[in-house]
């Protein structure tokens, strides 16, 4: 059973009990510095600090209430609070401070809610703009319409600003989304290209042995023994490989552990050997000072030369083939040629495209295909970067 820890007490408290405790704390300490400071606030005579202070405290204190759950009914808080003030003609600017705040609550609302939301919010106000408008022109009443319609142009910018607030949340949201699945497909390829390399050749390899034991078993047993010895290792390895794979994949997400342990051009050798017991001779020629890589590109030309002496054991039909490894000033170049017989196939398979792949990752050179002497030749060239010095 998991359990969430609750928040701190202050932290679980309301935005209005915050404002309530602002307003009370202004008007205790006016009481103590001023006389009779309760009869001024509940008694008007033209004085800010007086009734519309009062006003403008409750009015914020509900707003600040009704604002996360209820913004309409904030919005018709802070309108009720306006009208109220309107008789107050020696203090105006109580009554456009009211408004203000309506605009506020108007700009939250087109920003984090629905479109139908926000607009019902800043409906409000312009309608009662209107209202005020017509009433005053029917009843005679002085009315300046420049002024009504400077009080509906606030309304009306203080949605667009919110509702260009919103659009900007929803396309930064809609690019992280996307980002989100470019990198989720990316990690599952490289999952199936691990998978299809180290599967791929190992599956192969068995195939061959075991296909070789089965037709020596009654004339050669010791051939016999040397094939299921070489199959149960492989076998052991790819299990073994597997599991890395499976344990990482269950480790949590900050744990960065890699997907088993890379192997590098340094493991040629091994798979010269293991090609060796399936029947095809590998030729390994290394040009150059080798070198430690980086990881990166290491494990891509060992993952080439693999793919490509696994395409030669189970397609090519020839019993030699030769590996070059080129350690190069800014890059290192991987070559599998050999003469066999086999076709390629014409759409080229998940090997070849996974080939393609790292190199293009890497920003590297990949070529692939039947040479024209006869055979197949799979090169690479990668790219190593560019130290930068101190």
Known sequence: MITESRPPLLRRLPPGVWVAAFWLSVIVFRVFTRDNE???????????????????????????????????????????????????????????????????IVGYCAATRSRLVSLCAAGMPVAMVATMLIWGAVHGYPVNPMAFGGFAATVVIAWLVGNTIHQSRAHTEALRG????????????????????????????????????????DTQPAETRNALNAIEATSRETLAGL????????????????????????????????????????????????????????????????????????????????????????????AVVDLGTGAAPGVPGYGITGMRERVSLLHGEFSAGPRPEGGFRVAARLPLPVEVGP
Do not use: W
Request: charged share 20%; proline share 5%; glycine share 6%.
């Open 38 to 104: 309760l009869h001024h606030l509940f008694e008007y005579n033209g004085n800010i600090e007086d009734m519309p202070l009062v006003v403008t405290a409750v009015v914020t204190t509900l707003v600040a209430l009704l604002l996360v759950r209820l913004p309409p009914a904030a919005v018709a808080v802070a309108l009720a609070g306006c009208v109220y003030t309107l008789g107050m003609r020696e203090v105006p600017e109580t009554a456009v401070l009211q408004f203000l705040i309506a605009d506020a």
């Open 178 to 217: 996307r980002a989100t699945e470019q990198a989720v497909t990316a990690e599952r390829l490289r999952i199936a290209r691990e998978l299809h390399d180290m599967v791929a050749h190992n599956i192969g390899i068995i195939a061959i042995q075991a296909g070789m034991g089965s037709r020596v078993m």
């Open 243 to 334: 599991r890395r794979m499976l344990g990482a994949l269950r480790q949590g997400e900050q744990e960065s552990a890699p997907l088993e342990v890379a192997p590098g051009l340094a493991e040629l050798d091994r798979l010269v050997e293991k090609t060796a017991g399936a029947g095809v001779r590998v030729a390994l020629t290394r040009n150059g000072e080798p070198r430690a890589l980086p990881s990166d590109v290491d494990l891509a030309a060992f993952r080439i030369v693999q793919e490509a002496v696994t395409n030669v054991v189970k397609h090519s039909g020839t019993r030699d083939c030769h590996v070059t490894v080129d350690y190069r000033p800014d890059e290192v170049a991987v």
